[in-house]
Each structure stands twice: as C-alpha cells, then as structure tokens.
C-alpha cells in the first residue's frame, strides 16, 4: 500500500522556509566571514534547491578547482537531510561592494578585531562609502568602547531617510556583532542607494518626493505657429 506524500499547510510551509533561510544565512555568515559574506537568495526549482552566495571573495569561496564549494554543498546537505544532487551552491561576487551594508558591517567588523580605533575604523567605511557614490550612510557602534561603561557613538554623512515605503528599496541595512575581550560591540550600518535608472547601483525608480520641473515651452514659437494655421 503506497502513502501518498503529506500535505503541508501554507502557514507552515512559510514558517520552515523562513526557518530553513534563516539558519542556511548563520551558517554561511560563520563560515564565510573573512571571505565577506554579503547574503544569499534562494531559489526552488522542480528538481533541486540552488543557493546563490553573494560575497566579495569569490575566489576564496570557491576554492582551489571549487573544492570549497563542495565542501559547503555537501555540509548544508547533510544539515539539512536533502539528497544527492538536490541542493547545490553558486557563488556571485558583490558589484559594488561600497553600497553593500553586510559588506562594510564585516569589514568594520574586522577592523574593530584587528584592533584599530573605533573613530578612525568609522570614518574610514564612511569615506570608502560616500566615494562609491551611496547618497548617504549611518554607523552606530555601541558597547564598551574605551572605559568600562557602555555608550554608543553615531557617524553620519551625507542623506537619510527613516520612513515610509522607499526606505524599504533605498536603505540597506546590517548588523553584526564583535566580540573582544571587554565584551561585545554591535554595529548598526545603513547606506542609502543612490537612484540608478539601470538598476545595478541602486533602484530604477527614484523617490517618490523628488520634483522634476521641466523648461518651460516657447511662447513665441507656438503664437507663430498659430498665426501660420
């Protein structure tokens, strides 16, 4: 007697997909920190699950003849209990790594480990930010930064917005956390895209509040060419 397959309800169906994706994402983030892991997509095709890996070192995540691919393909196998074949990984590497939140959170991330000072650690993602042509950018590092209390330091440049619905396509946003030997930093970075009509440094629509006032039409022109009728 065959069982037919169980039939899962939406619900929970998006409850294991966002479970799956967000423990695939910590893995990936863990292993590929220092290769600068800058997220991943998934996409569900009828006969096997890809995963596309975004980071700035493709190089080193790929591996020497792709063996370390491989390897990241055959541990997401087995942690995840797909079957042969069923799951594979690619990896893509970051267009503009200055516009990419996760990118410049890991770099500040390391730079913090490497023992560099908070301030010049900031204003140096800042600078490398603003000349990648992002509109604006916002670091908040908080934590025990130099005495034993904990405070949080802000850095700015250039423009922000906070609400409405473009902040979902115009904002990029990251966090991570540093571990030292005081305790634990967090770092906040936001970078605002600029608007890119081909839609590869940012989105192709522009803010919905951006006025564009258009040159105002010949009026000469148009009385002479109502006198030639």
Same mark, same amino acid.
């Given at each position: 007697?065959?069982?037919? /397959?169980?039939r899962i309800s939406? *619900?929970? $169906?998006?409850?294991?997909?966002?479970?799956?994706?967000?423990?695939?994402?910590?893995?990936?983030?863990?292993?590929?920190?220092?290769?600068?892991?800058?997220? &991943?997509?998934?996409?569900?095709?009828?006969?096997?699950?890809?995963?596309?890996?975004? #980071?700035?070192?493709?190089? =080193?995540?790929?591996?020497?003849? !792709?063996?370390?691919?491989? =390897?990241?393909?055959?541990?997401?196998?087995?942690?995840?209990?797909?079957? =042969?074949?069923?799951?594979?990984?690619?990896?893509? *590497?970051?267009?503009?790594?200055?516009? &990419?939140?996760? #990118?410049?959170?890991?770099?500040?991330?390391?730079?913090?480990?490497? !023992?560099?000072?908070?301030?010049?650690? &900031?204003?140096?993602?800042?600078?490398?930010?603003?000349?990648? =042509?992002?509109?604006?950018?916002?670091?908040?590092?908080?934590?025990?930064?130099?005495?034993?209390?904990?405070?949080?330091?802000?850095?700015?440049?250039?423009?922000?917005?906070?609400? !409405?619905?473009?902040?979902?396509?115009?904002?990029?946003?990251?966090?991570?956390?540093?571990?030292?030997?005081?305790?634990?930093?967090?770092?906040?970075? #936001?970078?605002?895209? /600029?608007?890119?009509?081909?839609?590869? $440094?940012? /989105?192709k629509d522009p803010? /919905?509040?951006?006025?564009?006032?258009?040159?105002? $039409?010949?009026?000469?022109?148009?009385?002479?060419?109502?006198? #030639?009728?």
């Open positions: 007697m065959s069982t037919a /397959p169980r939406k *619900k929970r $169906k998006f409850a294991k997909d966002g479970v799956f994706f967000a423990e695939l994402n910590a893995f990936l983030q863990k292993e590929l920190a220092e290769e600068g892991y800058s997220g &991943c997509e998934v996409r569900v095709t009828p006969s096997r699950t890809e995963v596309i890996l975004r #980071a700035t070192k493709t190089r =080193e995540v790929l591996g020497e003849k !792709g063996r370390r691919i491989r =390897e990241l393909t055959s541990a997401v196998q087995k942690r995840f209990n797909y079957e =042969e074949q069923a799951i594979e990984l690619f990896a893509e *590497k970051v267009p503009f790594r200055g516009l &990419c939140a996760q #990118a410049q959170a890991e770099s500040l991330r390391y730079k913090l480990l490497g !023992g560099l000072a908070v301030r010049r650690a &900031c204003y140096g993602v800042l600078r490398f930010v603003m000349d990648s =042509e992002a509109k604006g950018v916002e670091l908040i590092i908080s934590g025990k930064l130099r005495s034993q209390r904990a405070k949080s330091m802000k850095f700015r440049e250039g423009y922000m917005i906070k609400t !409405g619905n473009a902040t979902k396509h115009f904002v990029d946003k990251a966090v991570r956390h540093v571990l030292l030997r005081q305790g634990v930093l967090g770092i906040k970075v #936001a970078i605002m895209l /600029p608007w890119d009509p081909t839609g590869k $440094k940012g /989105p803010l /919905p509040d951006v006025v564009k006032i258009l040159e105002p $039409k010949d009026e000469d022109a148009e009385i002479e060419a109502v006198e #030639a009728q």
